[in-house]
């Protein structure tokens, strides 16, 4: 069983992961969920990876994507992502950012959220919630080939 470095995470992207999101993550591992088969980050690399990236993608995008958002790597399906605030261990809320209609949505309580995410996983996203959540996760995406004059979809430049 894999167990997750949350202090080498907090170092590296410079935030505090919410309590919600430990005994998620945690959960999902000892119960053997294939974390990585949903594209949702599944250890500490993905999810410094994919913050790091969803930081570099979207730091001039509308709505700005903030240093103190945590990406868990579960996006709604239409390139929207979920997100914690990660500035307390305490932080208890989801929120949703948006590009289309740009803007951030609030979602509710992380505690639910994640509860949610479990039963769907549980039934391997054959639950009654499978469409309302798809795996963001930009570092667990097969590897592509570098593509010339690559333009970023949220700010219209090259990437």
Not at 36 to 63: G, K, Q, W, Y
Request: proline residues 5%; aromatic residues 10%.
């Amino acid at each position: 069983m894999t167990t997750v470095d949350w202090a080498q995470v907090e170092a590296e992207l410079g935030l505090v992961v919410p309590r919600a999101y430990r005994d998620f993550l945690d959960i999902a591992i000892s119960r053997g969920y294939d974390l990585r088969r949903f594209n949702i980050c599944h250890d500490a690399a993905s999810l410094v990876s994919t913050n790091n990236i969803r930081r570099e993608m979207l730091r001039d995008a509308e709505p700005r994507w903030c240093h103190g958002y945590l990406d868990v790597g579960v996006g709604d399906g239409c390139g929207n992502y979920f997100f914690l605030h990660a500035n307390r261990a305490d932080d208890d809320t989801v929120q949703l950012w948006a590009h289309d209609p740009s803007g951030i949505e609030d979602v509710g309580s992380a505690t639910e959220f994640f509860a949610e995410l479990l039963a769907e996983l549980e039934q391997g996203f054959e639950g009654s919630n499978r469409h309302r959540v798809d795996g963001s996760a930009v570092a667990s995406m097969p590897a592509r080939p570098p593509r010339a004059n690559m333009i970023n979809p949220f700010t219209g430049k090259p990437i």
